[in-house]
């Protein structure tokens, strides 16, 4: 088959997608062959961060293990016990496969154990009600280096696992408002590569033309801002039709020619495709969608004052979103920002744009992270009110963001300690250190909603001041919105609505524009 006929193909079976048919290679049938003669090649399938959605087990936290079966082979890690949030304690499996058989049979399970007998959590988007509902079954393609299956890569966002490629979701089936033991699983599947590159020695040799030997990581042959292995992970599209036994793939992105990256958002999540460049060391996916939030805290005042946002908040907003598949990563330190300020006992409004320009711009109007991070400012005390969003104001000669929020400690501290009874009731929990964990995780869930697009003037359940308690009038007028954005239900859970319970609920979850804080606003 000619390499015209093959293109020819692949434009019928694409011609219904909305990209560009450029570069496009495919090739269906071909003779068995030794896809790497450089190794023996190995498959690793590499599970990089777990985390429960649902309750699992009711008095404690689960006891996550992962099952990982390659062409029928059977791993299974060690057991993480009492661990809601497995994270930076990455466990693979590795198994050497046929370097003739392009396909590798890949099966990922992830367990609850208990002396009773383990069960097995929910990754699975699949609906169906068989033992194998919960399974994610995979077939790896050792020439192409991406896999197809129960997750894949597909270039049209709306047709697409809405989890994102190498990220599981058990809420996908729609099980996301039952306890259906939903859990997150993030993984990578790689194979054995000599110079390194993660190119497989196929591709480099039959398609790009590049050394199999030669480690091309960071090469930009087109100068288009984006390098060699990005288009390569992001641009390669691998199908199988089990009903014909055909497969293929072709290419989206082709690094050999300049494409106009800072132009394509294909998630529409606010990220162009060298946004999602950048931040692809810390987990973004160019087609599922993705929120960067920087937080700067206070330090500790010299007597004691104030707080920094604990660690299980930060948990809660990161499943909050993540049902939803909108990857939430917060930056406190970990991924190239996040920082302690100076003590103040009050912070003005002066300040806080200060505070901004030094220690998220760090005194670079330029700075890339602007437009690309969301900013939440942790303080003592604010003059203006203990919580609110803010625009940065950089110069007169330069455009406003609304990206911006601020969190005050000294007045969310006291609010577990206020009207006990009822938050007790709201939160369901007696303990004072969970009080505190949703009340900031609801507390930057609701600035957040705001630089997202969620306000009275659209949502007017929404900040409504005369209904925080169930006495009063206008509590009962916006009782069945039941969301962080309505102070009724702010500092009970951290959740937005989704507008199913009827006349007054609003659908915040449908509302949320994550495209809104890189829309300028131009000081006159």
């Not at 908040?313 to 993540?322: I, Q, T």
Request: hydrophobic letters at 30%; charged letters at 25%.
């Amino acid at each position: 088959m000619t390499k015209a006929v093959s293109i020819l193909i692949v434009l019928i079976l694409v011609s219904t997608s909305l990209l560009s048919p450029l570069s496009i290679i495919t090739r269906s049938i071909e003779p068995s062959v030794d896809y790497d003669p450089l190794v023996d090649i190995a498959v690793t399938v590499k599970i990089k961060e777990i985390r429960a959605f649902d309750t699992i087990d009711l008095r404690t936290d689960p006891d996550f293990y992962v099952k990982i079966f390659i062409n029928g082979n059977e791993y299974t890690s060690p057991i993480w016990y009492n661990t809601k949030v497995v994270k930076d304690q990455p466990w693979s499996a590795t198994c050497n496969v046929p370097d003739d058989i392009k396909w590798v049979s890949v099966t990922i399970q992830l367990w609850d154990w208990d002396l009773k007998g383990s069960r097995l959590c929910d990754i699975s988007s699949d609906f169906v009600t068989t033992k194998d509902q919960y399974d994610v079954e995979l077939m790896y393609n050792i020439k192409t280096g991406h896999w197809v299956g129960d997750d894949y890569l597909e270039s049209d966002h709306t047709y697409t696992d809405p989890s994102g490629y190498g990220r599981l979701n058990g809420c996908d089936d729609g099980s996301i408002n039952q306890n259906d033991r939903d859990c997150e699983l993030i993984f990578d599947i790689t194979q054995t590569d000599p110079d390194g590159d993660g190119i497989p020695y196929w591709i480099e040799v039959n398609d790009y033309g590049t050394d199999p030997t030669v480690n091309d990581t960071g090469k930009d042959d087109d100068g288009d801002g984006i390098p060699i292995e990005w288009e390569f992970k992001w641009g390669t599209i691998t199908w199988y039709d089990s009903y014909s036994n055909q497969s293929g793939y072709y290419y989206i992105y082709w690094p050999f020619e300049w494409e106009n990256f800072s132009s394509m958002d294909p998630d529409n999540d606010g990220l162009d495709n060298i946004d999602e460049y950048l931040t692809s060391q810390w987990g973004s996916d160019p087609f599922r969608q993705d929120i960067f939030l920087e937080l700067d805290q206070m330090q500790i005042g010299p007597n004691g004052e104030g707080n920094l946002i604990p660690e299980n908040s930060k948990n809660m907003l990161v499943e909050a979103y993540g049902k939803h598949n909108i990857a939430l990563h917060i930056d406190d330190g970990c991924i190239g920002g996040g920082e302690l300020y100076p003590f103040d006992e009050n912070v003005s409004w002066e300040e806080i744009q200060q505070i901004y320009r030094d220690y998220f711009l760090h005194g670079d109007l330029n700075n890339w992270r602007r437009g690309v991070f969301h900013y939440c400012l942790v303080t003592y005390h604010c003059d203006v009110y203990h919580g609110f969003a803010f625009p940065s104001v950089i110069d007169e000669n330069h455009s406003v963001l609304v990206d911006c929020f601020q969190v005050s400690t000294k007045e969310h501290e006291v609010i577990p300690f206020e009207y006990p009874i009822l938050r007790i009731i709201g939160r369901k929990s007696l303990n004072k250190q969970y009080h505190r964990e949703i009340i900031y995780a609801s507390a930057i869930m609701h600035e957040t909603g705001h630089i997202l697009g969620i306000d009275n003037g659209n949502t007017p359940g929404c900040d409504n001041q005369t209904g925080k308690f169930i006495w009063q009038k206008n509590w009962w007028v916006w009782w069945k919105y039941q969301s962080v954005m309505n102070y009724g239900y702010m500092y009970t859970f951290v959740d937005y609505s989704d507008g199913s319970r009827g006349k007054n609920d609003f659908d915040d979850w449908d509302r949320i524009d994550l495209t809104l804080f890189q829309i300028p606003h131009y000081n006159s």
